[in-house]
Nanobody
Framework: VQLQASGGGLVQAGGSLSLSCAGS?????MAWFRRAPGKGLDFVAA????????KYADSVKGRATISRDNAKNTVYLQMNSLKPEDTAVYFC?????????????????WGQGTKVTVSS
């Protein structure tokens, strides 16, 4: 499985971005994680294979929407009301089962990351 993340860029605080992650090969549950400069990997959002179960980190709840299109083998992350603290490299990851997980260790395949910079 190969994952290709895209959609990052520079945006002003309060703005929006839409990230995409296209997979080649079979994917199961999917998730987004991020790594801010000088910090560790943090969970952002996860979605089950069916799309019926979704989980968000408290830091993005109400501002982020994760979705997927299984026909296109693609998962999306819409981020609104962006804050400078959202600045990070965002990674998509494919889980080991149909059930979503917010643990990085439950994901075997990772995209290369797409950088999001939010200016104040």
């Amino acid at each position: 499985v190969q994952l290709q993340a895209s959609g990052g860029g520079l945006v002003q605080a309060g703005g929006s971005l839409s990230l995409s992650c296209a997979g080649s090969g079979r994917t199961f549950s999917m998730a987004w994680f991020r790594r801010a400069p000088g910090k560790g990997l943090d969970f952002v959002a996860a979605i089950s294979w069916s799309g019926q179960t979704i989980k968000y980190a408290d830091s993005v709840k109400g501002r982020a929407t994760i979705s997927r299109d299984n026909a296109k083998n693609t998962v999306y992350l819409q981020m609104n009301s962006l804050k400078p603290e959202d600045t990070a490299v965002y990674f998509c990851a494919s889980g080991r089962s149909r059930y979503m997980s917010h643990h990085a260790g439950d994901h075997d395949y990772w995209g290369q990351g797409t950088k999001v910079t939010v200016s104040s």
